[in-house]
C-alpha cells in the first residue's frame, strides 16, 4: 500500500515516469545503456535503488538526474516499461521546487528551462542573464557583454526573443514544467525586462543606421 510507504516513494510514484519505480529488479540495463554513466556519481541502476527505498536527500541532491542527456535509452531497454527518463525530469523540477539545487550545471538547466518556458524556445542573452545571475556571478556576466555584442552585430544572435505562438503546448506535453512551479525572483525578472529593453533599443538604433545607409546609397 502507497500509505505505508516511505512518504518520499509515495511522492515518487505520483510523478510522470514514477508509478513502475517498484519494478525495478535492478538488472541494471539502464546503466549499461547510458552514454551518461562515465560523468555520473550513481547512475540510474542505483538512482532507482535510491527511490525505492526513500532516499530523498541522496536522490535530489545528487548531480546525476541533471547529467541525463535524455538519449530516452534506458527508457527503451528497460525490460520492466519504466519510464525513467521522463521521471528524471520530473525529479529535476522537484529538487527544484524542495531546494536542494546547488551546482552551477543545475542552475544552468533551470535557467534553460525558465527561458524555455517563457518564449518555447531558447533566447540566448536571457538565458545568460538569468543563469550567472543565478549563479551570483555578475563579473562573468558583464565579462561576456564585449564578445555578446559582437554576435549580436554580426547577426550571430538575436535582438529580440522570437517566442512561438503557444508556448503553453509545450506545458502541457510535458516536455517543460508549468511557470508557476519554476524558480524566479522580482530582482531577476527586472534584470531580464531591463536587459530586454536595452537589446531593443539598440535593434532600434542598428536597423535606423542601416536605414539611413541605405538611402544615402540609393
Not at 547529467?67 to 519510464?83: A, D, L, Q, T
Not at 521522463?86 to 527561458?115: H, I, M, N, P, W
Not at 525572483?185 to 535606423?208: H, I, N
Amino acid at each position: 500500500m502507497t500509505s505505508e510507504m516511505h512518504p518520499f516513494l509515495a511522492e515518487v510514484m505520483t510523478l510522470r515516469g514514477g508509478k513502475d519505480v517498484l519494478e525495478c529488479y535492478q538488472c541494471g540495463t539502464c546503466s549499461a545503456s547510458c552514454p551518461a554513466l562515465p560523468d555520473m556519481a550513481h547512475g540510474p541502476r542505483r538512482l532507482m535503488y535510491m527511490l525505492q527505498n526513500g532516499m530523498e536527500q541522496e536522490v535530489l541532491s545528487s548531480p546525476d538526474i541533471w547529467r541525463c542527456v535524455s538519449c530516452y535509452s534506458c527508457m527503451n531497454r528497460c525490460p520492466r516499461g519504466i519510464e525513467i527518463t521522463v521521471l528524471f525530469s520530473e525529479l529535476r523540477r522537484l529538487a527544484v521546487q524542495k531546494g536542494y539545487v546547488e551546482d552551477k550545471e543545475a542552475e544552468f538547466g533551470q535557467a534553460f528551462t525558465v527561458t524555455l518556458a517563457q518564449h518555447g524556445r531558447q533566447f540566448e542573452p536571457e538565458l545568460l542573464t538569468r543563469y550567472y545571475w543565478r549563479v551570483r556571478d555578475v563579473a562573468g556576466l558583464l565579462g561576456m557583454v564585449p564578445l555578446g555584442l559582437k554576435m549580436l552585430l554580426k547577426g550571430k544572435l538575436p535582438f529580440k526573443a522570437e517566442s512561438i505562438q503557444e508556448p503553453q503546448v509545450l506545458q502541457k506535453a510535458g516536455v517543460i514544467p508549468p511557470k508557476h512551479t519554476l524558480p524566479g525572483g522580482k530582482w531577476l525578472e527586472r534584470v531580464v525586462t531591463l536587459m530586454s529593453g536595452v537589446l531593443g533599443f539598440v535593434d532600434a538604433l542598428v536597423k535606423l543606421v542601416s536605414r539611413k545607409k541605405e538611402a544615402q546609397h540609393g
